[in-house]
T-cell receptor, first 110, second 117 residues
Framework: RKEVEQDPGPFNVPEGATVAFNCTYSNSASQSFFWYRQDCRKEPKLLMSVYSSGNEDGRFTAQLNRASQYISLLIRDSKLSDSATYLCVVNSGGYNKLIFGAGTRLAVHP | GAVVSQHPSRVICKSGTSVKIECRSLDFQATTMFWYRQFPKQSLMLMATSNEGSKATYEQGVEKDKFLINHASLTLSTLTVTSAHPEDSSFYIC?????????????FGPGTRLTVL
């Protein structure tokens, strides 16, 4: 079983749509959780950290359920520029070692 | 924000040659640097963790004699792919962190695309 699992997509949505991505992780000792965005042939860029209480940054909302070992990302009012691959990332239980999911691809069309 | 650079951004080499990739933290001192590899349509996979002045810690399945890592200063780590073969063709990305804590932010370099002919 992969340590971090994501639906690879692609999710094809029109501009203005709301889209949600899910992720599960296997290491219950993981302490830190993140969503990164990766554009084609570029390095990943931190989108937001994910906290147990849930957190929002503009159109983006992240949620964490430790009991279910589940992380989500909600994007509201999708823009064309949101088209990218979204990577679910967890740290490896106590060490500063990031485990990346394979990513979920989002394509926003006009 | 913190900036990490990598050089070269892309390299094409013949099978059997060695390739060195540099990772630099430009505006902070990096206690720890990480090297990742990403094959097409796959996730980033951690290859090794390097701390300044000490030997790198390699992940299971990564050959330390093939992927030589040197972290000689707090702003520079190098990865040398020795005797490269076509299956080593990949996107190599480094990251750097100023601390060694479990939640310290990692800042990623722009990556190096290696193609071995």
């Amino acid at each position: 079983r992969k340590e971090v699992e994501q639906d690879p997509g692609p999710f094809n949505v029109p501009e203005g749509a709301t889209v949600a991505f899910n992720c599960t992780y296997s290491n219950s000792a993981s302490q830190s959780f993140f969503w990164y965005r990766q554009d084609c042939r570029k390095e990943p860029k931190l989108l937001m950290s994910v906290y147990s209480s849930g957190n929002e940054d503009g159109r983006f909302t992240a949620q964490l359920n430790r009991a279910s070992q589940y992380i989500s990302l909600l994007i509201r009012d999708s823009k064309l520029s949101d088209s990218a691959t979204y990577l679910c990332v967890v740290n490896s239980g106590g060490y500063n070692k990031l485990i990346f999911g394979a990513g979920t691809r989002l394509a926003v069309h006009p | 924000g913190a900036v990490v650079s990598q050089h070269p951004s892309r390299v094409i080499c013949k099978s059997g040659t060695s390739v060195k990739i540099e990772c630099r933290s430009l505006d902070f001192q990096a206690t720890t640097m990480f090297w990742y590899r990403q094959f097409p349509k796959q996730s980033l996979m951690l290859m090794a963790t390097s701390n300044e002045g000490s030997k790198a810690t390699y992940e299971q399945g990564v050959e330390k004699d093939k992927f030589l890592i040197n972290h000689a200063s707090l702003t520079l780590s190098t990865l040398t792919v020795t005797s490269a073969h076509p299956e080593d063709s990949s996107f190599y990305i480094c990251s750097a962190t100023p601390g060694a804590g479990a939640t310290d932010t990692q800042y990623f370099g722009p990556g190096t695309r290696l193609t071995v002919l």
